[in-house]
């Protein structure tokens, strides 16, 4: 079993830099592979990122190429998401989930077997 937070989100202009945290307790962060998702109002939840165990192999929606980067602590067991250049439409929930094929990663929400409960992003116009 694992629990996720996530934390680091809040208000920000466009353009600004926001970096948010996914702290997991339970069984070791470094058993999992780790992905972020969000959801806007209205929409599905949307594939963010993802990194595998050890941060060898990262994957990315097409929307945030470029300007969001996903890496992990596992020392901490904490995975980040950096995301400069930020655009109103990144305006959602980010959640962070974790995927016990710890070597690969996967774009798919059905993969994921632990959640987090989210952390709002709002980016200004």
């Known amino acids: 079993q694992v629990q996720l937070v996530e934390s680091g989100g809040g208000l920000v202009q466009t353009g600004g830099s926001l970096r948010l945290s996914c702290a997991a307790s339970?069984?070791?962060?470094?058993?999992?592979?780790m992905g972020w998702f969000r959801q806007a109002p209205g929409k599905e939840r949307e594939f963010v990122a993802a990194?595998?165990?050890?941060?060898?192999?990262?994957d990315y929606g097409d929307s945030v190429k470029g300007r969001f980067t996903v890496s992990r602590d596992n020392a901490k067991n904490t995975v980040y998401l950096q995301m400069n250049s930020l655009k109103p439409e990144d305006t959602a929930v980010y959640y962070c989930?974790?995927?016990?094929?710890?070597?690969?990663?996967?774009?798919?929400?059905?993969?994921?077997?632990?959640w987090g409960q989210g952390t709002q992003v709002t980016v200004s116009s």
């Open positions: 339970g069984r070791s962060n470094g058993s999992y592979a």
């Open positions: 990194i595998n165990w050890n941060g060898g192999r990262t």
């Open positions: 989930a974790a995927d016990q094929r710890f070597g690969v990663v996967s774009l798919r929400r059905s993969d994921y077997d632990y």
